[in-house]
């Protein structure tokens, strides 16, 4: 299955800022997945990054807020911008290992606004 | 829609007592399902998977599944808990949507495991 590095794994931002949590990941994957898992919430899915092409945002979530970056088959970058403390949250991205074999994900990224 | 349902948010059980999770789903098409458990401060480690074939499908740390078609169901059991497995178990179901395959999760069920 794919090793997926996550970083950072924690931060404490101020409100008003940017942040920018990389992903990479140690074999070609066609899509990556970004996900938030708000304070004692399930994951819900952000946006579907195919490498060469815009992300594809679920309902609720906007390029501007959470731009994505997938400049090539083993690397992308989520954007949270302009951050207010209901964006505390852990964000995580996942690959799928070939159809229905699985989802690895990464080991996530701890977000605190102040 | 697909979706997914785990009853019970919060599961205490005694160490060496069985385990159960409960999970249900709905799903138009024949759904691929997972468990994933998430430990405290870490990212989701998958359990085990049901995609085709056997309906009982065993994973690692001594769980396993039943995929039950006519219950919708797919229950997550352990024989004997261990104090280890404390942590927070995800039910989830892959979807075919706008244009690649996602995953449902459920919301949650958090498993504590008393001395």
């Known amino acids: 299955s794919a090793v997926i590095s996550q970083k950072p794994s924690r931060d404490i931002c101020q409100r008003g800022t940017s942040l920018t949590i990389q992903c990479q990941v140690d074999?070609?994957?066609?899509?990556m997945f970004w996900y938030r898992q708000q304070p004692g919430q399930s994951l819900t899915l952000i946006a579907t990054?195919?490498?060469?092409?815009?992300?594809?945002?679920e309902s609720g979530f906007v390029i501007d807020k959470f731009p994505i970056s997938r400049p090539n088959l083993t690397f992308s970058t989520l954007t949270v911008s302009n951050m207010s403390p209901e964006d505390s949250s852990i964000y995580l991205c996942?690959?799928?290992?070939?159809?229905?074999?699985?989802?690895?994900f990464g080991s996530g990224t701890r977000l605190t606004v102040v | 829609a697909q979706s997914v349902t785990q009853l019970g948010s919060h599961v205490s059980v005694s160490e060496g007592a069985l385990v159960l999770l409960r999970c249900n789903y709905s799903?138009?098409?024949?759904?691929?399902l997972f468990w994933y458990v998430q430990y405290p401060n870490q990212g989701l480690q998958l359990l085990l998977k049901?995609?085709?074939?056997?309906?009982l499908v065993k994973g690692i740390n001594g769980f396993e599944a039943e995929f039950k078609k006519s219950e919708t169901s797919f229950h997550l059991t352990k024989p004997s808990a261990h104090m280890s497995d404390a942590a927070e178990y995800f039910c989830?179901?892959?979807?075919?949507?706008?244009?690649?395959?996602?995953?449902?999760f459920g919301q949650g069920t958090r498993l504590t495991i008393n001395p």
């Open positions: 989830a179901v892959s979807v075919y949507l706008m244009g690649a395959q996602k995953l449902v």
């Open positions: 049901y995609t085709t074939g056997a309906t």
């Open positions: 996942s690959v799928e290992v070939g159809q229905a074999y699985g989802y690895t």
């Open positions: 990054a195919n490498q060469g092409s815009e992300a594809t945002y």
């Open positions: 074999s070609q994957v066609t899509m």
């Open positions: 799903s138009s098409v024949p759904p691929y």
